[in-house]
Nanobody
Framework: QVQLVESGGGLVQPGGSLRLSCAAS????????MGWYRQAPGNERELVAR???????YYADSVKGRFTISKDNAKNTVYLQMNSLRAEDTAVYYC?????????WGQGTQVTVSS
């Protein structure tokens, strides 16, 4: 079983930046298509960004131009650089495989954008 641990969230002002990390317990990112997801209260979990084993990236329209997904296979870590943050970005952020079967969802990391 692969464990995924998200970190890097916190409280940030509108327009600010955060860098999230997703660390895997073993090497998987060279094999699987990974995604960052988020869920705000009252909303469904949504895909924010994804990265293929080869490094191709894709973004939800709501974050395109502001967020960047990347990975370091040697460090077993996927990153999400978030710039120009808005209040509507407030959510718990999770990482997981893009497609099924997914690993168990972790606790995620809370991102709060507020003045």
């Amino acid at each position: 079983q692969v464990q995924l641990v998200e970190s890097g969230g916190g409280l940030v002002q509108p327009g600010g930046s955060l860098r999230l990390s997703c660390a895997a317990s073993r090497s998987i990112f060279s094999l699987y298509h990974m995604g960052w997801y988020r869920q705000a209260p009252g909303n469904e979990r949504e895909l924010v960004a994804r990265i293929t084993p080869g490094g191709s990236t894709y973004y939800a329209d709501s974050v395109k131009g502001r967020f960047t997904i990347s990975k370091d296979n040697a460090k077993n870590t996927v990153y999400l650089q978030m710039n120009s943050l808005r209040a509507e970005d407030t959510a718990v952020y999770y990482c997981n495989k893009f497609g099924p079967p997914r690993y168990s969802w972790g606790q995620g990391t809370q991102v709060t954008v507020s003045s």
